[in-house]
């Protein structure tokens, strides 16, 4: 008999389960505008690291409290179609783990609200003491500079060779660790990235359409895994 399938999940959260880049909202919020607006640029240059990039929109913004905070964050929402994705997972015994570059401060904050609590998720730390904001990053690794909670690393600690991988992501810190995934569901920048870089991903708007491709993938007899996501995880794994 055949070995069961095993599939993983991997969803990026800020522009992908939320519309909006909640992480940049709140420094477009409540830092000063032209300098949040230059810092962002420089991260998209790759003229900082996505660290340096937080670390100094954090210096960025003069004064904030908690309860301002916590109103702005609450006045987003996750894209429904999510909600009813984890379901899906959920019913198909698929592990979905989120990876984020933005922070947990406001990632358990809206999940509580869409009664999502129990994901397993990996993000850097944000804190609200004193009228200021500041950044911790548990899973920084200096060879990720585009995502300071370095998503590759959790891909690689969460699957074995035998699991057929997705990545699911729409942006910035999602262009080196989609590749060494199976499966790449983009849109936006990461779309452009992989059409640039002749990586073969699907395009999604919304969460049901990554449902019905799953669904799918799922039936087909032979579920081929992608040549260069192996030699990406190979490489990774003689490095260490
Ligand atoms: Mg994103």
Redesign the pocket.
Same mark, same amino acid.
Do not use: E, R
């Given at each position: 008999m055949m070995n069961k399938r095993v599939l993983k999940v991997f969803v @990026?959260?800020? *522009?992908?389960i939320t519309l909006e #880049?909640v992480g940049e909202a709140i420094f477009q919020k409540f830092g000063k505008t032209e300098k949040v607006n230059q810092i962002i640029e420089n991260l998209l240059s790759d003229k900082i690291s996505s660290r340096q990039c937080w670390d100094e929109l954090c210096d960025s913004v003069n004064i904030i409290s908690k309860n301002e905070l916590d109103n702005f964050v609450d006045m987003i929402d996750v894209d429904p179609t999510f909600i009813s994705f984890v379901k899906f997972c959920s019913d198909n015994e698929i592990e979905m783990i989120v990876l %984020?570059? *933005?922070f947990d401060y406001y990632i358990d904050r809206l999940f509580d609200k869409a009664g999502l609590m129990g994901i397993k998720y990996y993000s850097n730390k944000l804190y609200v003491g004193k009228g200021k904001l500041s950044a911790e990053y548990p899973y920084f690794d200096c060879d990720s500079p585009t995502s300071a909670n370095c998503k590759r690393n959790h891909i690689i600690n969460h699957s074995s060779d035998d699991d057929y991988t997705i990545y699911i *992501? @729409? *942006?910035? %810190? #999602?262009k080196d660790a989609a590749q060494y995934c199976d499966f790449i569901f983009a849109k936006? @920048?990461?779309a452009r990235f992989c059409s640039m870089e002749k990586i073969s991903f699907y395009p999604f708007n919304n969460f049901d359409d990554i449902t019905s491709k799953v669904t799918e993938l799922m039936s087909k007899k032979n579920l081929r895994k992608r040549h260069q996501a192996q030699l990406k995880r190979k490489s990774a794994y003689l490095a260490e």
């Open positions: @990026d959260f800020d *522009g992908t #880049d %984020s570059d *933005g *992501g @729409d *942006g910035n %810190s #999602d936006k @920048d990461l």
